[in-house]
């Protein structure tokens, strides 16, 4: 009976805000919510199975009953109807956590006239509502170009639209100039262009020539004029680095649930490393310009923490609310995951404790709710839940059930270092934004308007590293660098989140809003539209010759640049680019092979990166590595030795040490005879020399120094027959 | 079995002068033997040279099992290709390998270190009288004190050392071996961390660059300069036994819990697995060198779950808890605190604002001590309820204001709980001023040794380890002093205390510290105490019986920690199928003699195990041994058991049912012949035979376990009943015997599934510490070279626990006779008897008739 009371009071929601969106989230809670094994997702049925009474008074409420009574005749059909009216209409695997995640994500690939693929997440949403598409509202899109061809060897990630993020409005510019202005001002609603790319993972060290170009003229020319311009300009900047960093965050968060669904992915898993990767580094200075070869690892890393991280702030805020006896409430992502968490004070205990003066608010951060008189009479969001003798959660059917009228006191973020973030106080809106605004705030006074910096006074720089460390490591909910990235999961949560009910969800994210420190933020709603807007525009993009084609054809051109000139042009070129703010990019001339050797260069990339990996993964390559894939590169290599660089040489030789097949072997020196460069003929030298290595093969690197083999190498056919081959 | 192989050892190693100084006549014999089995038994000598043993804290079998099985789709190998290839394939593994004991790190490396019984009970112990702390894993006190000599050895090592346990690492020649950090450490090497860290810093500047961008890693720095120092000895031949610790799965199951995190942490280690294995593969002894892989315990984690944390320190502190100041060694919420970044962790105490009768004593009188490093149990320590009476009644008389019938009831009560006591607390003054006369004069003799020990060594003194015994022997002394103090304080006191009269008691003339002993927990509290703890005055004051005396029930408030325990439970439990209530069990030891009136058993050992979830389920663990010392166990289900004051026990013996502790009865993967399950488990049964029964089970080995944990083994430093010691000898035996026993808390305290006890931080990962199997399942793995004889490919599926470890690397190197006692040059080690089995399927003459070494050799 439940089950369809949800739809129900979704569909009022709806007469609410006008909108019939919501009504098929519901049901999806429903469905969700009940067919997971774990835990979480247990916990989130158990959310669900929630008895929820809403005390707001409003106006349309009558008309609302009145409704809900016509309702209620065909409610027995209404789930039904509006699941098999969803775009997944076969019934999610109930098993299957993935299964259910794959109900509210899913991919569209769009192809690029040129060779290149657009590849966008699209989300089911809860709360960022769409008028169209059933709340499909698309996220992120990725540009792969592929060179017109399926083989991943070739394959190059270029940028990534967080499709929420957006150019300003003038006014929301001039806000965000302002000092000291900590606020958003209004929303954007004219879309007419191709969103700006967040970042361009094929350039990453582009934009840390940026940002090195944008402090120097922020500190040798910006700061001079003045206080007011210093103030104004370094407000803007901050503003600008934060927006973009919020929606790569939120950009994050959408490709780590879509790496959660199961199944087949277009993405490999090389390609989402690296994807991840750059964008998690995109919040260092120099994060662009780490080698490649890292990124898989510094994902890894990165996801450990933020998982350790929401671990211990999960317990921390359940033994707490446990010290104070309140009520803890993990919120959950779709993938299961707790990103947030709600605290709750039963009524009855508010009666029972009411003037207990042993309340800590350390880490809560809310006021003591047993002296708050304003509980016992509260007129917010209220909802009932039902308890055991022994203060478990149970149905309200379960025989000896309490009915126990809970009140909602803060919404916290997980996913923070040291201690949960309070994003949310139901008491007191502006508890979270003071402690938002605190390090901007200090932030703020001392270098804009104090021009105190931590490397030019010493005084300042002890006080402000006792005053950063006492305040991080006593965990205190002030002065914490990383708000931001914790209030941007909230905003997707609140849109994900099927657990929720519809009423809290409008309080809170109705709340989100108000805490927001930049002005070139937009609600919840607003960046629906935004998403799809700026989707649209760049599928028209995508599909017009003249657009992301051209676009893609001018790249390929700058990705020539190093194939055609050396380090100190390429020094120069770079150089250029920065002075002209980005204007200048060199390009070589359109040549009809230019694809062709793009092709090459981008394989023996992609071979050099796997010989690098392969060499440095293990003592011995033979029992960890597929020799046949080893030896594929090696034989790209040296086909295409001409073009091959030191560190492909370096690779092989360090394989050649690495492995005991003889093939391999073989194939090794082979590849360091072929590749034009001065390391691959000393390796050469060195294994003739080296006396722990076979005498044969000494040998045979000694021909291979001298100029021809006198034994040709053996290699294997992909059938396995052994064939000849020779010096090119 | 050894002396097969003794021979080859001979040739390798210098005859002691001991050896050849002893009789011509055993001599003669000894050779005459070994030259017969030379000619005879040649195909069955053990090659096994050489040992390299990767330990791995906290590395569970199942999860390696199931990575290994796992394929990269990119490589089409194993997930961990160097396990698979070294173990799996070309090696031995034991599927059903459990820890014996408490899933703990510092006591199951002791039992995995020596082969023998538990001495070692805790990460953390506390001396009962002086709160003198052992610290088992804490590095920084040994290399801060290692500078200036102090300190040579870790804690654990200076306590097996103390014991006479040589390590299975002792077995080896200074010289001849080399280990690596552990917690387990003799010698600390500054150079490792100080090459760590240059090698970090001397590297490309690219790489540098990008590390530094992304964040440098230190600790991954010393294990990369441990490998390499192994590799370098790896190529010495002089050495033949190497071991390197890798604690980094364990880490990392206590904070995460997703597949992602652990398979990352594993494969590295398999990298370095696959490091060391080349590099033996690459050195001259590659055929005769045997390399194991081990971990001390598993980890309780699982995706889907968070691990729930529960604070037994604020359950204490409370007034429902008694009150308690407490002290542990482990600082609360240490990642909060700022002087949590003093790496030496002196005593904690905890205060609390509901003491009722301390308020302000917080550091002169901590009432409790808890350990609960591990976290899925905790040991407890109260003080003595007898002392808190004394406490409260001196309190009471000296703040005034009573009446006098209740003055004089409470000073009849005072000198009644001290009469009551007096014969046992006389008793225990004088074996303690026995014990410590005989340390004064121990460390008298210590200062004349160590003021004759040479101050400088040549390089052949220091590689014979001589440079490091002589600092022992001030490590020693030092720590005799320190003790002989600590220890004559607490005399002093209690002398105070026994010494006061009647007749003479002005209670405003005496000072409370003078008779109560300050930092002191006393006598461990009997069972009928800690059902009736004293914690406070009662809500009414002291109250006087009508015929004069105190009455006792309502003068004080009486805490049963037994039902307080057991009733815990929680309302932020926000996981499914997860318990509200914390606490699964609570086990304690008690005496034989307060049992034996009860039960139809005789010739049982002197301690029993009680174990109890609840007053209904309850059992009692015995055990005996045979003639042969085989140890052998009954579980006796019982409920409602209490001590009444005048010490004597009441339970009832209960059938067997579900519900019972360690939940045997009802476990479907209970082993047993036959299918009368009662009957099978109403009989006493080896303790081979329970493991064979149990070991699948949810508890898997927790019978054994709680016993190895709980009761107290003899060995021979602690046995007095040698006649031809000295009196001082003898006595200072007692003095250690008391040393081990003063840290036995008054309760194991043992967390229900998914629960923990760490208020140190938050370990939402995982954790370990219980008798669950998942905890208790670890990993023994072993693979050698060509002359080694290990078998290849095979998984021995016999369960063994960690008694079997040392006796069979012993056994494979050729240093163990049949009868399970090492070679008479490890005698003269200190090495004895090993009580567990050898595993047998690891033997290269396993199967086959054995050339039988027993009797061949004169028994040492």
Same mark, same amino acid.
């Given at each position: ?165 957006? /150019? ?72 600008? @680095?934060?927006?973009?960093? @919020? ?40 994060? !662009? ?90 007129? !917010? ?14 149905? @309200? ?15 916290? !973020? ?12 139901? /008491? ?173 260069? /981008? ?98 690197? @000694?021909?291979?120094? /001298? ?22 | ?41 040649? &195909? ?51 599927? *059903? ?89 003799? *010698? ?42 192994? =590799? ?15 604690? %980094? ?8 819990? %997703? ?20 590099? =033996? ?11 194991? $892989? ?76 808890? %350990?609960?490093?591990? *976290? ?41 709980? =001290? ?63 320190? #003790? ?65 005396? $105190? ?49 139809? #058993? ?126 001082? #000898? ?18 194991? =305290? ?16 995982? *954790? ?33 626990? &960690? ?24 005698? #003269? ?32």
């Amino acid at each position: 009976m439940y089950i369809n009371l949800q739809p129900l009071r979704a569909w009022i929601l709806q007469l609410k805000n006008r909108n019939l969106g919501f009504l098929s989230d519901s049901v999806q809670t429903c469905s969700l919510g009940c067919s997971t094994n774990s835990p979480s997702a247990r916990f989130c049925c158990y959310c669900e199975r929630r008895r929820m009474t809403i005390r707001s008074r409003r106006h349309w409420h009558l008309r609302a009953s009145l409704f809900l009574a016509f309702l209620l005749v065909v409610s027995p059909l209404s789930s039904t109807i509006i699941r098999a009216q969803g775009p997944n209409a076969p019934e999610a695997d109930k098993s299957d956590p993935a299964s259910a995640l794959s109900q509210i994500l899913r991919l569209e690939r769009i192809e690029v006239p040129g060779g290149a693929e657009l590849i966008t997440v699209h989300a089911r949403l809860a709360g960022l509502e769409s008028t169209e598409n059933d709340n499909w509202v698309p996220l992120v899109s990725i540009l792969r170009d592929t060179l017109g061809d399926n083989d991943t060897e070739n394959n190059r990630l270029r940028y990534v639209w967080p499709l929420t993020y957006t /150019r300003p409005t003038m006014k929301q510019r001039l806000a965000a100039a302002i000092p000291f202005f900590y606020a958003r001002v209004e929303n954007k609603e004219k879309l007419d262009k191709v969103p700006p790319p967040a970042i361009d993972l094929a350039a990453p060290e582009n934009e840390v020539w940026n940002k090195i170009f944008w402090v120097a003229l922020q500190n040798i020319l910006l700061d001079t004029y003045g206080t007011p311009i210093k103030a104004s300009t370094s407000s803007y900047r901050r503003n600008t @680095s934060d927006y973009r960093r @919020s929606h790569i965050i939120r950009a994050l968060s959408v490709l780590a649930l879509y790496q959660a669904v199961k199944g087949e992915s277009v993405f490999t898993q090389s390609e989402m490393a690296a994807i991840q990767g750059r964008l998690l580094l995109s919040d260092k200075t120099f994060g !662009g310009l780490v080698d490649d070869s890292h990124l898989q690892n510094y994902y890894t890393k990165k996801t450990t923490q933020t998982r350790d991280e929401r671990g211990h702030n999960w317990e921390l805020l359940r033994q707490r609310a446990e010290s104070e006896s309140l009520y803890f409430e993990p919120l959950l992502m779709p993938d299961g995951s707790a990103t947030h968490a709600l605290l709750w004070v039963a009524k009855r205990d508010l009666v029972k404790l009411q003037g207990s003066p042993r309340y800590s608010s350390r880490f809560l951060n809310v006021a003591n709710p047993w002296t708050d008189k304003r509980l016992l009479n509260w007129k !917010g969001y209220v909802e009932t839940r039902y308890f055991d003798s022994e203060n478990q959660p149970v149905d @309200s059917e379960t025989p000896g059930a309490e009915a126990v009228e809970m009140i909602p006191l803060g919404l916290y !973020g997980l996913d923070n270092p040291k201690i949960p973030m309070l994003l949310i106080d139901f /008491r007191d809106s502006y508890n979270p934004k003071k402690r938002e605004m605190s390090r901007r705030v200090l932030n703020d006074v001392t270098h804009n308007m104090l021009s105190l910096s931590k490397f030019g006074n010493l005084p300042f720089f002890l006080g402000r590293t006792v005053f950063d460390f006492v305040t991080g490591r006593r965990g205190m909910d002030i002065n914490q660098p990383s708000r931001l990235h914790t209030y941007s999961q909230l905003k997707l949560l609140l849109a994900l989140n099927t657990s929720l009910e519809p009423e809290l969800r409008s309080e809170v994210s109705g709340r989100v809003e108000k805490i927001s420190l930049n002005p070139f933020e937009n609600d919840l709603h607003a960046e629906a539209n935004i998403a799809t807007a700026q989707y649209n525009a760049l599928v028209a993009f995508a599909k017009d010759p003249t657009g992301l084609a051209a676009k893609l054809d001018r790249d390929r051109r700058a990705e020539l640049t190093p194939l055609e000139h050396g380090g100190k042009a390429r020094l120069a070129f770079s150089v250029l680019n920065v002075l002209s703010f980005g204007k200048y990019v060199h390009r070589e001339e359109l040549a009809a092979d230019m694809e062709d050797r793009l092709d090459i260069a /981008r394989r023996l990339q992609y071979h050099t990166s796997f010989l690098q990996q392969v060499a440095k993964s293990s003592a011995e390559i033979d029992i960890t590595w597929n020799l046949e894939d080893v030896r594929r590169s090696i034989r790209f290599i040296a086909a295409h030795g001409s073009d091959a660089r030191s560190d492909a040489a370096a690779a092989t030789a360090k394989i050649f040490a690495r492995t005991r097949d003889d093939e391999t072997r073989r194939a090794c020196l082979d590849g360091l005879a072929r590749i034009h460069s001065s390391k691959a003929k000393s390796e050469l030298l060195r294994i003739s020399q080296n006396n722990e290595v076979d005498k044969a093969l000494r040998d045979l690197a @000694s021909e291979y120094l /001298r100029g021809a083999p006198r034994v040709q190498p053996v290699a294997a056919t992909v059938s396995g027959a052994p064939v000849i081959t020779g010096q090119p | 079995m050894s002396v097969l192989n003794f021979p080859a050892k001979a040739q390798r190693r210098k005859v002691s002068h001991q050896c050849i100084s002893s009789s011509a006549l055993r001599l003669c014999v000894f050779a005459g033997v070994v030259l017969f089995l030379l000619l005879t038994a040649g &195909s069955s000598l053990a090659q096994t040279q050489r040992i390299v043993i990767v330990k791995c804290d906290g590395l569970p079998y199942d999860v390696v099992d199931r990575y290994v099985k796992q394929r990269d789709p990119q490589s089409g190998k194993s997930v961990l290709p160097w396990i698979d290839h070294i173990f799996y394939q070309r090696g031995a593994r034991l599927s *059903n390998f459990y820890v014996r004991g408490m899933s703990l790190s510092a006591p199951s490396w002791s039992m995995l270190e020596t082969g023998q019984h538990l001495q070692i009970k805790g990460n953390v112990e506390f001396d009962r009288y002086t709160l003198h702390s052992y610290d088992y894993l804490n590095f920084f006190p040994l290399y801060a004190a290692g500078i200036n000599g102090s300190r040579i050895d870790m804690r654990a090592v200076e306590v097996l050392d103390s014991l006479g346990l040589p390590m299975l690492s002792d077995a080896y020649p200074h010289n001849e071996r080399y280990t690596t950090y552990s917690i387990f450490l003799r *010698n600390p090497r500054y150079s490792t961390l100080q090459r760590s860290l240059q090698n970090r810093f001397t590297r490309s500047p690219k790489e540098l660059f990008d590390e530094w961008t992304m964040g440098f890693e230190i600790r991954s720095a010393i294990t990369d300069q441990l490998v390499k120092e192994l =590799i370098s000895k790896l190529g010495d031949p002089k050495v033949h036994y190497l071991d390197l610790m890798m604690e %980094d799965f364990d880490h990392a199951a206590h904070h995460n819990n %997703d597949e992602q995190t652990h398979l990352a942490v594993l494969k590295e280690m398999d990298s370095v697995i696959g490091q060391v294995w080349t590099a =033996i593969q690459k050195s001259a002894e590659a055929d005769e060198t045997a390399m194991v $892989l081990i971990s001390d315990h598993g980890v309780n984690t699982d995706e889907r779950v968070y691990s729930q944390g529960y604070n037994l320190v604020k359950l204490l502190g409370s007034r429902a808890g008694g009150g308690h100041h407490v002290i542990t060694k482990r600082r609360l919420m240490l990642d909060y605190a700022i002087k949590g970044v003093n790496p030496f962790v002196p005593l904690i105490t905890t205060t609390t604002p509901d003491t009722y009768y301390l308020k302000g004593e917080s550091t002169a009188y901590p009432t409790a001590m808890l %350990d609960f490093d591990g *976290n899925e149990r905790a040991s407890m320590h109260l003080r003595d309820s007898d002392l808190n009476t004394l406490h409260i009644l001196l309190k009471e008389l000296q703040r005034g204001g009573l009446s006098d019938p209740v003055y004089r009831a409470t000073v009849d009560e005072f000198f009644g709980v =001290i009469d009551r006591k007096r014969a046992d607390w006389q008793k225990d003054l004088k074996q303690l001023q026995n014990e410590l006369g005989a340390l004064d004069r121990a460390i008298v003799e210590q200062r004349k040794l160590w003021l004759a020990q040479p101050k400088k060594f040549t390089k052949e003194q220091q590689d014979a380890g001589l440079d490091d015994a002589s600092k022992r022997i001030f490590v020693q002394l030092d720590r005799w002093q320190t #003790e002989q103090k600590e220890y004559s304080e607490y005399a002093r006191t209690l002398k105070n205390l026994l010494t006061l009269s009647s007749e003479a008691f002005a209670p405003n003339k005496v000072r409370i510290p003078d008779i109560i002993p300050q930092m002191s927990m006393g006598d461990r509290n009997t069972i009928y105490e800690l059902q009736n703890y004293v914690a406070g005055v009662g809500p009414n004051g002291l109250v006087a019986n009508p015929d004069g005396s $105190l009455n006792l029930e309502q003068s004080f408030v009486h805490i049963n920690y037994f039902s307080l325990l057991q009733g815990v439970s929680v309302r932020n439990n926000v996981q499914r199928g997860i318990s509200n209530r914390p606490i699964d069990l609570i086990a304690t030891r008690l005496s034989r003699d307060l049992v034996l009136p009860l039960i139809n #058993e005789r010739d049982i050992d002197p301690d029993v195990i009680w174990v109890t979830a609840g007053a209904n389920r309850q059992a009692l663990i015995l055990s005996r041994r045979d003639a042969n010392g085989e140890l052998s166990l009954r579980y006796l289900p019982i409920s409602n058991l209490s001590e009444d004051a005048s010490g004597r026990l009441q339970f009832k013996e209960i059938s067997w049912q579900a519900g019972l502790p360690l939940q045997i009865f009802e476990d479907p993967n209970l082993n047993i012949p036959g299918a009368d399950r009662t009957a099978w488990l109403s009989q006493w049964h080896s303790d081979g035979e329970w493991l064979q029964a149990l070991h699948k089970t949810h508890y898997s080995n927790g019978l054994i376990g709680l016993q190895e944990e709980l009761a107290r083994h003899d060995i021979e430093r602690l046995s007095t009943t040698d006649p031809k010691l000295s009196e001082d #000898e003898r006595l200072m035996r007692e003095y250690a015997r008391r040393k081990r026993e003063l840290v036995e808390p008054d309760m194991l =305290i043992v967390a229900q599934d998914h629960w923990n006890f760490d208020v140190r931080g938050f370990n939402p990962g995982g *954790n370990h510490g219980s008798f669950f199997r998942i905890s208790t399942h670890s990993t023994f793995m072993i693979a050698g070279g060509a002359r080694t004889n290990v078998p290849h490919a095979l998984n021995i599926e016999t369960p063994y626990d &960690s008694l079997s470890f040392v006796p069979t690397v012993l056994a494979l190197t050729g240093n163990l006779r049949d009868d399970s006692s090492p070679v008479p040059e490890l005698w #003269e080690r200190g090495f004895r008897k090993f009580p567990g089995p050898v595993v047998k399927e690891l033997l290269p003459d396993h199967e086959r008739p054995k050339a039988t070494a027993n009797g061949a050799t004169v028994s040492p």
